[in-house]
């Protein structure tokens, strides 16, 4: 059973071609996570498969009523705006204290209800937005860069966040991350984008090995040892060609 099929896609801003040819499918419950330098497509897409942009070529497939949480990668608040956490939470749509405390216990921000949006930390923010994205019970979880801004060991506290909430309610989870050091641990799957699909692939089973827990925190580079990460073909002109 697939959640979402991503089938030829192409995206072009304006004459600029980011993605071409990229096809995937997501089937209920796993993880997986996007991978890819600077501009090689991963917000496009993202968007593209909330239908937030519309593809050139190919197609975007939705099981009909999915259900989606989108997590943006960037969110612009007023700090000055006085906002508490709650009434955030029933923007645009009204939801329920009941609702609103189960999104953000899931979040694993129980506590911040009546706190001011504004006075919020990084992290704490990042995981408003999840609880957020989590109101309308989702069948797939979309997170574009959720822990930019964090430091390592926030940001390995929220991937355990996340994979706590895909045990708990089932849901897939699709996001994009720089951090494949951090997020191999969490991810069924890894996606390498590069303006298209250059691999894609199981992470290495070594989450609870000596050698991982050694290499953790040594960078990117260490985890795409770990991670089989065969090329077979060569990147000359970029994404864009
Ligand atoms: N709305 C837009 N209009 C014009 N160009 C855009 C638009 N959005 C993205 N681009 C360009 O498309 C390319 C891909 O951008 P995208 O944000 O999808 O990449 P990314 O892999 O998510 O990058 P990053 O890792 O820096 O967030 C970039 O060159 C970007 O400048």
């Excluded at 990229?22 to 498969?49: D, F, H, Q």
Aim: with cysteine; proline share 7%; charged share 20%.
């Amino acid at each position: 059973m697939t959640l979402i099929a991503v089938e030829g896609l192409e995206i072009r801003h304006g004459a600029r071609r980011v993605l071409h040819d990229v096809t995937l499918t997501l089937r209920p419950g796993e993880i997986v996570t996007i991978v890819g330098p600077n501009g090689s497509g991963k917000s496009s897409l993202l968007r593209a498969m909330i239908g937030a942009i519309r593809p050139a070529r190919g197609r975007v497939v939705r099981r009909p009523g999915l259900r989606i949480g989108y997590v943006p990668q960037r969110l612009t608040l007023d700090a000055s705006l006085p906002m508490t956490v709650r009434r955030f939470l029933s923007l645009p749509r009204p939801v329920s204290d009941a609702e609103a405390r189960v999104a953000l216990e899931r979040a694993g921000v129980p506590q911040v209800a009546p706190a001011q949006v504004g006075a919020l930390s990084g992290g704490q923010l990042q995981r408003v937005l999840l609880a957020r994205a989590l109101l309308g019970d989702p069948e797939l979880l979309i997170l574009d860069e959720p822990t930019q801004g964090l430091d390592q060991p926030g940001s390995a506290a929220f991937y355990r966040q996340i994979e706590a909430i895909r045990t708990e309610t089932g849901c897939a989870v699709l996001m994009v991350s720089h951090e494949l050091h951090v997020v191999m641990a969490a991810s069924d799957r890894v996606i390498c984008l590069n303006g298209h699909v250059c691999c894609e692939g199981h992470p290495e089973q070594v989450a609870s090995a000596p050698e991982y827990r050694a290499l953790f925190g040594t960078g990117t580079q260490g985890a795409l040892a770990l991670y089989r990460h065969e090329h077979t073909h060569r990147h000359d002109h970029g994404p864009a060609a």
